[in-house]
């Protein structure tokens, strides 16, 4: 696991066509510009026991990777509150996987790190609970994009639709159903803000 200023991640996202969405305020989603993405949502799995696994198919099911980059939408890996258990437990689970304190930095994960991956998107799931706390895994092909959003939702945009396609069918093997019942081909579901 290595740390990587935010600066540099955006120089690489930037060759990628990808970037912060300039449709709505600070702080931003990541979109794939200038044309956007068809989005799906996922709910999380009610049983906290069931959320690795679930992380797990979707880092299986996206196209191989050997790297994956993770933006959190605050730019920051510090503790909101000390007053709030919640935010201490969050803390201890992020410095227990090796992130530092601090801001201005993304996170890039090897394959033989998934376990850290999936235990940062556990404590984002279990314990995000504003914007500030979203992620975004993004694999280093830059095909597909995992927002983990803090409205109990995991959104996956592809570049192209027929990734997207065959994303829901790699994980449909697993009894793992969208959330959505269509695809937007602009942006999140139907009636869904993803700001």
Request: glycine letters at 6%.
């Amino acid at each position: 696991m290595e740390t990587v200023s935010t600066e540099d991640f955006f120089k690489w996202t930037g060759e990628r066509s990808l970037g912060l969405d300039p449709r709505y305020g600070p702080p931003q989603t990541l979109e794939y510009l200038p044309d956007y993405s068809p989005a799906i949502r996922w709910a999380y799995p009610e049983f906290a026991g069931s959320i690795p696994w679930f992380v797990e198919q979707f880092l299986h099911s996206i196209d191989p990777w050997d790297t994956c980059w993770v933006y959190r939408r605050s730019d920051a890996w510090n503790c909101g509150s000390h007053d709030d258990v919640s935010a201490r437990v969050w803390t201890q689970i992020v410095r227990g996987i090796g992130i530092p304190d601090g801001h201005s930095f993304v996170v890039r994960f090897s394959k033989s790190e998934s376990e850290a991956l999936i235990t940062l998107a556990f404590a984002t799931i279990c314990f995000g609970w504003s914007v500030y706390d979203d992620l975004f895994v993004i694999p280093d092909h830059a095909e597909q994009v995992l927002y983990f959003d803090h409205h109990e939702s995991l959104w996956v945009r592809c570049r192209t639709p027929e990734r997207l396609s065959r994303l829901t069918d790699e994980l449909s093997k697993c009894d793992i159903e969208r959330t959505d019942p269509h695809p937007s081909p602009g942006g999140p579901g139907v009636g869904d803000d993803i700001r």
